[in-house]
């Protein structure tokens, strides 16, 4: 059992570093990114909204695996993210791909992702200490 749950924190923690890499990436695409419209003005502009809604589809994804392998009671350890919303936004994403909404997405980049950056970080370390005493 010990072995199990020491192989769960391990994959919760690969899983975790996948989330900061995908939250880095949308930052550094969207950084000069100054409203959704640009986005829609051109066909490499539509080719980014669709990157930018794989990163927030794989970010989705991500946290679902943790919240599988550690338990949600792991992720509420910061209780200001809406992890449920976050794989909720996932699943429309993956499902309803002409459904997106471009405002909605750029909020996310624009106001969402540093928190979900720091609270991932923070979630890392502790990654880090459970996998050290287990």
């Known amino acids: 059992m010990e072995l199990e749950y020491s192989e769960n924190v391990r994959l919760a923690h690969e899983t975790l570093l996948n989330v900061k890499k995908s939250i880095l990436m949308l930052q550094e695409w969207n950084e000069e990114i100054m409203s959704p ?28 695996k943790v ?19 976050i794989m909720g936004m996932r699943n429309h994403i993956a499902h309803g791909y002409f459904d997106i909404n471009e405002e909605y997405v750029f909020s996310v980049i624009k106001n969402d992702l540093a928190p979900l950056l720091e609270a991932v970080e923070y979630l890392l370390k502790i990654t880090d200490e459970l996998y050290l005493t287990v």
């Open 67 to 85: 919240e599988k392998r550690l338990g949600m009671e792991f992720l509420n350890q910061r209780p200001e993210i809406p992890w449920r919303d």
């Open 37 to 64: 419209d640009e986005w829609l003005t051109s066909s490499l502009g539509m080719q980014r909204l669709a990157g930018n809604a794989m990163m927030v589809e794989v970010i989705g994804e991500e946290v679902k």
